[in-house]
């Protein structure tokens, strides 16, 4: 700091372009909070502003507090003392149009389970054929309500077969 005409040390008076002054240590860096008032509100209002003054802010709003939700934005609102219907409506079009919000937010949860399961006989029912020969299929047909599983051999796969032998063929063994 010498080069620019500061000098100082802990047992002399700073010297600032010649004259001296005298050094003032401070313990804390919160020497002025007794002078701060309690409570502090926001005394702004939104009333005079336009629709694209508002709409400014609400962005502005909405980035500085690192793309938060509507919901939480508009609790910060409340607790400011700021319950304009206007601005909470702006603020949910803000964070709808987000660019960056549509393209990171959370994919919609999936269901865990796959279809609804069966509160009757004959409700839901699984089909299977398996092919065992040649011209030898094996038709396995299973009630999901009551695990009833009924099985029969056809001689082709053609639907019109298949759905015969679906309708005709009554069941020969149960598995359990």
């Keep these: 700091m ?3 005409g500061i000098s100082s040390n802990k047992l002399n008076p700073v010297n600032i372009f010649g004259p001296r002054m005298k050094r003032r240590v401070f313990q804390s860096v ?4 007794k002078e701060c008032p309690d409570n502090v509100h926001v005394t702004e209002s939104t009333e005079g ?3 694209k003054e508002r709409k400014k802010r609400s962005v502005k ?3 500085q507090f690192g793309h938060g939700s509507a919901e939480i934005l508009r609790q910060l609102l409340k607790s400011a003392h700021i319950n304009s219907p206007n601005i909470f409506h702006l603020l949910q079009e803000v964070v709808k149009d987000c ?3 549509n393209k990171h937010k959370k994919p919609p949860a999936r269901l865990a389970v796959g279809l609804p ?3 009757d006989f004959n409700d839901v029912v ?3 054929l398996h092919k065992l020969d040649n011209n030898f299929y094996y038709l396995h047909i299973i009630d999901k309500f009551s695990q009833f599983s009924a099985g029969c051999i056809v001689d082709n796969e053609r639907p019109k077969t298949i759905v015969g032998s679906f309708i005709k063929q009554k069941p020969s ?3 359990s």
């Excluded at 919160?30 to 909070?33: E, G, T």
């Design 99 to 101: 660019e960056s919000c």
């Design 61 to 63: 709003l909405h980035f």
């Design 117 to 119: 399961r069966a509160s």
């Design 126 to 128: 699984a089909v299977d």
């Design 49 to 51: 502003l336009d629709d």
């Design 173 to 175: 063994f149960v598995v």
């Design 2 to 4: 010498e080069p620019v």
């Design 30 to 33: 919160f020497h002025f909070q």
